[in-house]
């Protein structure tokens, strides 16, 4: 009797293949748009300057690493609330919203997943059609069904804003839906101001319980113009969840910094949920790490880094603009006759670029130019000596 001899190889995760596949390609020329990551104008992954100083401060103070609360650090899970709501919000101030560390946006999305499934087993989960490929398993693994909404329209290379309604108006009360707050992964179509009401009316209705995943807050228009969603939720009275990382906005990937912030009707409640959540957190981790949240919390809660961060994060989203617009226009002046402007309209750092899986291996065997096959592109991977040579090798594939 060998205990693994019938375990059997799991599937490789299609994204971190193609890494794999990338790494190991010889060509010079070779690019990866595959990625999930901001390159800057160099193509390299960038150490922040306002997070390089926050570091330095605290090495230099040489603290002890004493455990964190099971619910993290305390100024650290103000300033998410803070730059989730703003920090005059009425809902902070009233005591309906708990906050707690987490190790990224994914355990944000974990440890409510596990205290959702405790409040409600048999409740069904909805994603959207597509989504960020982790979204399922995820909750598949905290124990519920999960079925998708309709959300992207190949059409219209928008929303399928009226199949999104309907499904949800068809979900049974007390349905988990997911929800991207900003810069939609995989495919940069987010909803409008308008759409999001009609969303939070249904939900009202509904009773459906509404779980935001703000990954990418400051990718799209701004840091408050990307929390429109969460400011119509929390005007409306709904109990909702939110899981937000700073992964992307601090270029922190490694240091897995994020939390999962509830809103309740009240202070009591408050007590209660957050209660319950450390024992969530207690049994999967006992307590957060130190230096990523104390590296960020620094950050937002120092008025000379914060306006440090902001610039930067600004500098990368406007890099981001940049390429898009470049995009566009060179494929245009390469002769593409198909209209890539949508590319324009998408938010954050991915763009659905309507290239066909087959298109999307041309690029890979004939360029070196490695996509999701999904046709889902990393904008942010761009840059002005790679561009040319991506806007050839599509003008040639798309031919
Ligand atoms: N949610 C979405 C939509 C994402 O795209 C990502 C990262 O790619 C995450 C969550 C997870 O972020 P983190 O790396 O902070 O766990």
Redesign the pocket.
């Known amino acids: 009797q060998h205990l693994f001899s019938h375990v059997e190889l799991a599937p490789r995760d299609p994204i971190l293949g193609l890494n794999e596949a990338y790494n190991a390609d010889t060509r010079a020329t070779k690019v990866n748009l595959g990625v ?1 990551v901001y390159y800057d104008a160099n193509g390299k992954l960038p150490l922040l300057k306002a997070v390089r100083e926050a570091e330095a401060t605290r090495i230099q103070g040489a603290p002890a690493r004493g455990y964190l609360p099971i619910e993290g650090i305390a100024a650290y899970d103000q300033a998410v609330q803070n730059l989730l709501f703003g920090a005059e919000s009425s809902l902070i101030s009233a005591g309906r919203v708990a906050t707690f560390q987490a190790i ?4 944000g ?1 974990k440890i409510g997943a596990d205290f959702l499934q405790r409040l409600n087993p048999q409740a069904k989960v909805l994603i959207s059609d597509p989504s ?1 490929e982790n979204h399922r398993a995820l909750f598949e693994n905290a124990g519920f069904t999960v079925e998708t909404y309709p959300y992207y329209d190949a059409q219209t290379r928008g929303v399928n804003f009226a199949g999104m309604l309907q499904a949800l108006e068809q979900a049974a009360a007390g349905t988990i839906v997911v929800l ?1 707050a900003c810069c939609h ?1 995989p495919t940069g179509a987010d909803l409008s101001a308008e759409e999001w009401q009609r969303i939070i009316a249904v939900a009202q209705a509904r009773e459906l319980v509404p779980f935001l ?1 703000m ?1 990418y807050q400051g990718f799209g228009d701004g840091i408050k113009e990307d929390a429109i969603a969460l400011d119509l939720f929390a005007a409306s009275g709904l109990n909702f969840f939110i899981s937000s ?1 700073f ?1 992307k906005s601090f270029s922190l ?1 490694g240091e897995r910094v ?1 939390a999962l912030t509830v809103v309740t009707d009240g202070k009591d409640e408050t007590a209660r949920v957050v209660s319950q959540v450390k024992r969530v957190i207690r049994t999967n981790y006992s307590n957060p790490p130190t230096h990523g949240a104390t590296v960020v919390a620094t950050v937002l809660n120092t008025p000379a880094l914060r306006s440090m961060w902001e610039n930067e994060l600004a500098e990368m989203r406007e890099r981001i603009r940049a390429m898009r617009a470049g995009l566009v226009e060179k494929l245009q002046a390469a002769g593409v006759t198909q209209d890539f402007s949508f590319v324009l309209r998408q938010r954050g750092m991915f763009s659905y670029s309507g290239l066909t899986a087959s298109q999307v291996d041309r690029l890979r065997e004939e360029f070196g130019i490695y996509a999701v096959s999904s046709g889902r592109i990393c904008v942010a991977a761009l840059n002005q000596q790679n561009l040319d040579y991506v806007v050839q090798a599509i003008a040639s594939v798309v031919r």
């Open positions: 999930g990224g946006g994914t355990g999305l960020w991207h992964n995943d990954a990382s992964s990937y994020g």
